[in-house]
């Protein structure tokens, strides 16, 4: 039987450990280097990082007609009287927004998913953002959804189901060219690559 592993610091730096543990790409070894690094740092990182998290805690929320994240309600996307209120860009979650958003290519409302359909993972339609997507698909003046979901098995499953959520509609289906490699994810693509795939996309 393997001896329990002995704590090095105290209760609150293990908590912090911890916590930065289940980040993403952060296991428990990286997250004690990032926990000593802050505490450190501690008046330019650890302190500021600390009143910049309590301020997200308490207004940052879900935009409840695209599911992006912002101090605002609707969020600035949805606000913007600039944008394309013809056209909705379909993506898993906030990460591609942001990704398409930093490839500055189209100017279009966006519908976050909250993910993909996985029934190994127990995520069915419900689980999404489904409902509103086919709510807002019919409203008149949309005439194109394009479905930017990642280059996977769950998210072209997902972009499948979607096409038939949304069949009979007066609208345009659409989907990335397959500049988007099998396998590839928005939100790790270049700006080039997310360009080529948005303006080659192709009918569904």
């Given at each position: 039987m393997a001896a329990p592993q002995k704590k090095t610091s105290g209760a609150e730096?293990?908590?912090?450990?911890?916590?930065?543990?289940?980040?993403?790409?952060?296991?428990?070894?990286?997250?004690?280097?990032?926990a000593l690094h802050l505490i450190k740092k501690r008046e330019q990182l650890l302190l500021p990082l600390a009143r910049a998290m309590g301020l997200a805690a308490e207004k940052i929320a879900i935009c409840q007609e695209c599911g992006?994240?912002?101090?605002?309600?609707?969020?600035a996307i949805c606000q913007d009287l600039s944008r394309d209120p013809s056209l909705i860009c379909v993506v898993e979650e906030v990460g591609d927004l942001w990704a398409l958003e930093r490839a500055g290519i189209v100017s279009s409302r966006y519908h976050v998913l909250g993910?993909?359909?996985?029934?190994?993972?127990?995520?069915?339609?419900?689980?999404?953002?489904?409902?509103?997507?086919?709510?807002?698909?019919?409203?008149?003046?949309?005439?194109?959804?394009?479905?930017?979901?990642?280059?996977?098995?769950?998210?072209?499953?997902?972009a499948h189901y979607l096409a038939s959520e949304l069949e009979g509609l007066p609208l345009k289906l659409t989907r990335l060219a397959r500049g988007v490699p099998i396998g590839g994810e928005l939100d790790y693509l270049d700006e080039g690559t997310l360009a080529a795939a948005i303006k080659l996309r192709q009918p569904l």
């Open positions: 730096i293990e908590e912090l450990i911890a916590l930065l543990a289940r980040m993403p790409g952060l296991g428990p070894r990286s997250a004690r280097r990032a992006n994240i912002d101090t605002q309600q609707p969020c993910g993909t359909l996985s029934p190994l993972d127990g995520r069915g339609p419900d689980d999404l953002s489904i409902a509103k997507l086919v709510e807002r698909a019919h409203a008149p003046e949309v005439r194109e959804i394009i479905l930017a979901l990642n280059a996977t098995v769950e998210g072209q499953s997902t």
